[in-house]
């Protein structure tokens, strides 16, 4: 199920765990953080020891450039549905923030990513609905039935589904690291209540092993579809290199914002 958020702390005095670097940086803070992206947070937790900004940055200049097997769309998808299931409230709004509008996403799908269901209505792509079902079964049952294995290389081909693997797995870490250091979230960043859920993000039950039918199913509610959404896709952080829209160019950071 979707786990509840504990990183709401703007109201709540939260102090975290692990301090985030701050300037004056040195010298090799500074170049760690300069091949990672921009100092938000999460990047300035990894740049207090270089040399490990510098091995996740290499991860980062592949998954999320354009040498990705995955489109920006399905990455998206992938990762805001991880870091949802995780109640990673933090690198959820720092990828709506900064990617959602170039996936395409609308506020209804960011809606439904967060604590809806792969079958709602704004899903009417099969490939959408095979990464979303990915998504859920590798976090429940950290395997893929038949059927959902061969809908996902159906959408996104077998290089593609490799990848989702790894974004997947990846972003499990990712969301370990900004819950469990307690990151505050980013300025104007958006939160999980702004997309029709509360902080709890909604209570879902996921669908059974191997189903490629309806998805997490919330409980306590009584909407059906996708909803209305709080807000539209938001905008906020700013990538590094503006260059492309579609895909990371040069140094793509390890966790966010470059693509």
Known sequence: MLRNSNQDTRAQNVQPRVA??????DADTAAALEVLGPPIGIFRVFARRPDRAHGLAGWGRYYLSRRCALSLRHRELLILRTTALCGAEYEWGVHVQVFAQKAGLSGEQIRSVTAGQPDDPCWTEPADRAVLRAADALHRDSDLSDADWSSLVAGVGEEGAVDALLICGWYHAISYVARVTRLAPEPDAPLFAGFG??????????ATAGSTGAGPKREGTDHGGCGNPGQGAGQGLRERDPGRAGGGAGRAPSVSPDA
């Open 197 to 206: 859920a509360s902080s709890r993000v909604g209570r879902v039950r996921l």
């Open 20 to 25: 985030p670097v701050t300037p004056p940086y």
